[in-house]
């Protein structure tokens, strides 16, 4: 069983739509982390937190940590939201607190 | 702003040879690493670094060497490459513990 699920694996859009995406995790962990890798393929970070909410923007991403669970919410979705979401985690101690990466979620929006 | 960078962003090899691949950044970073991402895996560790003169195995490190002589610099070596090793490599830095990484673009190597 991987430590870090998300889900879903796919998800298709129409503009203007509300998104979550989420993510479940196993371990303890010290901060949890949303990624955004777009078609060109680099990897830009969006969200750094270890509890309770952050929002920039349209998106928005809440976490539990009593449920390992957080949720990541694109609102008025719009196609240049297109793009991969990775869920990683940073887990206490260990080597170095490394992250433990999700699989992904592929989000397309359509206009 | 140059961040991460990472070179070349495209290689082909074939089965055997050996290189390097070449990550840089600018922000004063100790902890720096190397990831190889595969078609429905999520990116896995392969060597990190918490500073000059400091490396460790990640998940995956078999066939790959690295070395951190200094601050800026955090080069891959492929030993002698294999097809298993077709993958895109990530290279990520950041600050203290609690900093959000930063990557490069990738590389996308292909061995034949």
């Known amino acids: 069983k991987n430590e870090v699920e998300q889900s879903p694996q796919n998800l298709t859009a129409q503009e203007g739509e509300f998104i979550t995406i989420n993510c479940s995790y196993s371990?303890?962990?010290?901060?949890l982390h949303w990624l955004q890798q777009h078609p060109g393929g680099g990897i830009v970070s969006l969200f750094m937190?270890?509890?309770g909410k952050k929002k920039h923007g349209r998106l928005i991403a809440t976490i539990n940590i009593q449920e390992k669970h957080s949720s990541l919410h694109i609102t008025a979705s719009h196609p240049r939201d297109s793009a991969v979401y990775i869920c990683?985690?940073?887990?206490?101690?260990?080597?170095?607190?490394?992250?433990?990466f999700g699989k992904g979620t592929k989000l397309s929006v359509k206009p | 702003n140059a961040g991460v960078t990472q070179t070349p962003k495209f290689q082909v090899l074939k089965t055997g040879q050996s290189m390097t691949l070449q990550c840089a950044q600018d922000?004063?970073?100790?902890?720096m690493s190397w990831y190889r991402q595969d078609p429905g895996m999520g990116l896995r560790l392969i060597h990190y670094?918490?500073?000059?003169?400091?490396?460790d195995q990640g998940e995956v490190p078999n066939g790959y060497n690295v070395s951190r002589s200094t601050t800026e610099d955090f080069p891959l070596r492929l030993l002698s490459a294999a097809p298993s090793q077709t993958s895109v490599y990530f290279c990520?830095?950041?600050?203290?513990?609690?900093?959000?990484?930063?990557f490069g673009d990738g590389t996308r190597l292909s061995i034949l």
């Open positions: 990520a830095s950041r600050g203290g513990s609690n900093q959000p990484q930063h």
């Open positions: 371990v303890g962990i010290s901060a």
């Open positions: 937190l270890s509890s």
């Open positions: 990683a985690v940073r887990t206490h101690g260990g080597s170095q607190g490394n992250l433990i």
């Open positions: 922000m004063n970073h100790e902890y």
């Open positions: 670094s918490v500073g000059a003169g400091i490396t």
